[in-house]
């Protein structure tokens, strides 16, 4: 399923199920090796996303401990774009629940899993990295 997504994504198709999508490159913690992953992000101002760690049952999904674990090798790729290199941040206090509220908007279900899951989920800002230096 993420090969394909990943294809389309790099075609410039970039939405699934109504949520624009990127593909997210990070480290394996564990094997080191580079990982590409399909997400749903939110746009947050010209040079940023947001994106939710849900999924992962009790845990944070993989993609997020990969990031956490070598966040200077982070890396996104927007739908038809090229690969560019990102500061992640995990929001916290105000500033995530004021993020919280701009997603649950967009995308209720997100309230929904939140809501049956004993976890907060952590909400992650994507700085470009030419942006923030």
């Given at each position: 399923m993420?090969?394909?997504m990943n294809r389309k994504i790099r075609r410039g198709y970039g939405t699934f199920m109504g949520m624009d999508v990127l593909i997210l490159y990070t480290i394996g913690r564990r094997s080191g090796r580079s990982i590409e992953t399909p997400l749903a992000y939110f746009a947050d101002g010209t040079n940023a996303?947001?994106?939710?760690?849900s999924?992962?049952?009790e845990h944070d999904p993989d993609w997020h401990r990969n990031l956490?674990?070598?966040?200077d090798e982070v890396a996104i790729e927007l739908p038809g774009r090229h690969r560019e290199p990102v500061v992640p941040s995990v929001l916290e206090g105000a500033d995530r629940e004021h993020a919280w509220q701009r997603i649950v908007t967009a995308v209720p279900r997100y309230a929904k899993y939140q809501n049956?899951?004993?976890?907060q989920y952590p909400v992650i800002r994507l700085v470009d990295k030419k942006a923030g230096s």
């Amino acid at each position: 399923m993420n090969s394909r997504m990943n294809r389309k994504i790099r075609r410039g198709y970039g939405t699934f199920m109504g949520m624009d999508v990127l593909i997210l490159y990070t480290i394996g913690r564990r094997s080191g090796r580079s990982i590409e992953t399909p997400l749903a992000y939110f746009a947050d101002g010209t040079n940023a996303r947001l994106l939710v760690a849900s999924g992962g049952g009790e845990h944070d999904p993989d993609w997020h401990r990969n990031l956490m674990a070598h966040p200077d090798e982070v890396a996104i790729e927007l739908p038809g774009r090229h690969r560019e290199p990102v500061v992640p941040s995990v929001l916290e206090g105000a500033d995530r629940e004021h993020a919280w509220q701009r997603i649950v908007t967009a995308v209720p279900r997100y309230a929904k899993y939140q809501n049956k899951s004993e976890r907060q989920y952590p909400v992650i800002r994507l700085v470009d990295k030419k942006a923030g230096s």
